[in-house]
């Protein structure tokens, strides 16, 4: 079956500019994460939802940062004047259901650049 | 200090060879550890799934989480090249999302 996705793979923008990232998660997948990684480190988490509404956003780090999952399946992470700081692979996972048990799967990753 | 460390590598060994690939964690209310894999340029991909301490075998990999020391272990027997990849220990608890370590990058030389 179809894995998650993530869109665009790649998107390149400059300093100050806003850009959204979209998540299809593994369908009947309840909860939805958000991560980042940046170049040699781990997965840094952001937030998660449980089906629309969003569970843990202690990740998100300022308020440039926000994202939604209006029905409880695609989600969309949305940056505000972006920074070059900013730059790093953002990861969507998703899980049957909700909590650290859960068998997370990850997408391929968006990788942004801030120029 | 991180939740979760872990050695960042490089680690660089022979085909053949065992791989011992560690991590500490410093919460004591973590109950999952799992082990990702992570291919260059492609997301993380569960290898092993842990609940509480103790071993668990699957094929060439065993992970192993001692809770009293905080120590969380992943081996590999009879590596191989296709083996290359990062590896990258998480640990959770409850309704949290899952914490990452840096993750070891290895290298298994043909």
């Known amino acids: 079956g179809a894995g998650v996705s993530q869109t665009p793979s790649n998107k390149v923008t400059e300093k100050g500019k806003y850009v959204e990232l979209r998540c299809d998660p593994i369908s009947g997948h309840t909860a939805l994460y958000w991560y980042r990684q940046s170049l040699g480190q781990g997965p840094e988490f952001l937030i998660y939802?449980?089906?629309?509404?969003?569970?843990?956003d202690s990740g998100l780090p300022n308020d440039r940062f926000f994202a939604v999952r209006p029905e409880g399946s695609v989600s969309t992470l949305k940056i505000q004047r972006t920074e070059r700081g900013d730059s790093a692979v953002y990861l969507c996972?998703?899980?049957?259901?909700?909590?650290?048990?859960?068998?997370?799967?990850f997408g391929p990753g968006t990788r942004l650049l801030v120029l | 200090q991180k939740e979760v460390e872990q050695d960042p590598g490089p680690l660089s060994v022979p085909e053949g060879a065992i791989v011992s690939l560690n991590c500490t964690y410093s919460?004591?209310?973590?109950?999952?550890f799992m082990w990702y894999r992570q291919y260059s340029r492609k997301g993380p991909e569960l290898l092993m799934y842990?609940?509480?301490?103790g071993n668990k075998e699957d094929g060439r990999f065993t992970a192993q989480v001692d809770k009293s020391s905080k120590y969380i272990s992943l081996f590999i027997r009879d590596s191989q090249p296709s083996d290359s990849a990062t590896y990258l220990c998480?640990?959770?608890?409850?309704?949290?999302?899952?914490?990452f370590g840096s993750g070891t990058r290895l290298q298994v030389q043909p």
């Open positions: 919460n004591s209310a973590f109950q999952y």
């Open positions: 996972a998703s899980s049957l259901g909700q909590g650290a048990g859960e068998t997370q799967y």
């Open positions: 998480a640990s959770g608890a409850g309704r949290r999302a899952l914490t």
């Open positions: 939802f449980q089906g629309t509404g969003a569970a843990d």
């Open positions: 842990t609940y509480s301490s």
